[in-house]
């Protein structure tokens, strides 16, 4: 994969854009995660993110080898941002190409299914009324974090 | 004896009042005696409610650790 990183800064989705770039690839696939305004019905007013960065870049690049060896892709960008984030801003994206349309939105779509799943990064939710709860705290069962 | 140190993460962080933390463990303990003793009655859920890694490798319970090691704790993650 050509991009594996954690950032604190916007990302810039014209990289991502350049670095899929092949003549070779009929298909490109690029997924946003943004920050909604809500949560469950609770309304929020953004999130914080934060990561174990050593072991969240091992795992991103485990994920980059397995999208280029079950899908086929030519290039992918996997970037993930930590820090403040308000509503609309893009915390995640991922980024692929392939030969064909298929092989670059399924990579895509596992990429960020896996992301999700397996890399050591939390989101802290700050909601309207001031509050901050972090997202699968068990303190919070009952509420709506789970 | 040995020193290792010890990362927090999420609410993890929130309950030891800390990011990181340095602990004194005997020789050939195990990250679950180091969780039992030292870690359990201030992060208050089981160990089945963590991950572990030594040194950024993801690491099970049963895993001795040695002087200088840096244990992370890891609460469900919830990027994306």
Request: charged residues 25%; negative net charge.
């Amino acid at each position: 994969m050509d991009i594996v990183r954690l950032q604190s800064e916007p990302i810039n989705i014209d990289e991502a854009l350049q670095t899929l770039h092949d003549e070779s690839c009929g298909g490109q696939a690029v997924f946003l995660g943004t920050v909604r305004n809500a949560f469950e019905g609770r309304e929020s007013r953004g999130l914080y993110y934060e990561a174990y960065h050593d072991l969240a870049i091992k795992e991103m690049e485990r994920i980059a080898e397995e999208l280029a060896r079950e899908f086929n892709i030519v290039h992918g960008v996997m970037i993930h941002r930590v820090g403040e984030l308000v509503l609309g801003e893009a915390a995640v994206l991922v980024a692929t190409s392939a030969p064909h349309r298929a092989q670059a939105i399924a990579a895509c779509q596992a990429g960020i299914d896996r992301i999700k799943e397996r890399v050591p990064i939390w989101k802290k939710e700050r909601w309207a009324t001031g509050e901050a709860h972090w997202h699968h705290d068990p303190a919070n069962l009952g509420e709506t974090l789970l | 004896m040995a020193k290792i140190t010890a990362l927090f993460f999420s609410y993890a962080a929130d309950r030891m009042s800390g990011r990181r933390r340095q602990f004194d463990i005997g020789d050939g303990a195990t990250i679950e005696e180091l969780f039992d003793q030292a870690l359990a009655p201030t992060l208050r859920e089981p160990i089945g409610a963590f991950m572990f890694s030594v040194n950024a490798d993801w690491a099970d319970r049963k895993t001795v650790l040695h002087d200088g090691d840096e244990l992370a704790v890891i609460p469900p993650v919830s990027g994306g």
